[in-house]
């Protein structure tokens, strides 16, 4: 899996503000949100990877063991009910509501090249977005 370590930096993002409104994000943070252009630092240690985030808005480190089910702080602040596993070379975290009025949501990511392609889907709607690597 060591396709993923290292840095990106967002370069396409294509409907994030619809699946930020399904997952019920405010729409000030959703305003500020669909502005950034993040840069992801991605590490891995055996079946730990910690994924930290930085941008204007704000710094964001999630960091989960594979199959291992967890609680998540989303960087807008929604708490869910977490898991992230290994599928044909993709990491497919699916993310569990605890809250009634919070959403599922199911993160998709894979690297081709020097790209990272994720998908986020949540009810009917997906975003697609596109990172690439940056050194
Ligand atoms: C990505 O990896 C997307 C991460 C999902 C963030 C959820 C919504 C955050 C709203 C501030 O590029």
Do not use: C
């Not at 840095?7 to 409104?21: A, H, I, P, R, T």
């Not at 480190?61 to 993709?90: A, N, Y």
């Not at 998709?108 to 986020?120: H, K």
């Amino acid at each position: 899996m060591s396709q993923f370590q290292g840095y990106w930096k967002l370069d396409k993002s294509d409907n994030f503000d619809e699946y930020m409104k399904e997952v019920q994000v405010a729409l000030m943070t959703r305003k500020i949100a669909s502005t950034l252009k993040p840069d992801l630092d991605i590490k891995i240690e055996g079946n730990k990877w910690t994924l930290h985030s930085e941008s204007t808005f704000k710094n964001h480190t999630l960091v989960f063991t594979l199959d291992e089910e967890f609680e998540e702080t989303t960087p807008d602040g929604r708490k869910l009910r977490s898991k992230v596993s290994l599928v044909d070379g993709k990491i497919v975290h699916i993310q569990k509501a605890i809250k009634a009025d919070d959403r599922d949501s199911v993160i998709t990511r894979w690297v081709d090249g020097d790209r990272m392609f994720v998908t986020l889907v949540s009810g009917s709607v997906t975003a697609h977005r596109e990172y690439a690597r940056s050194h």
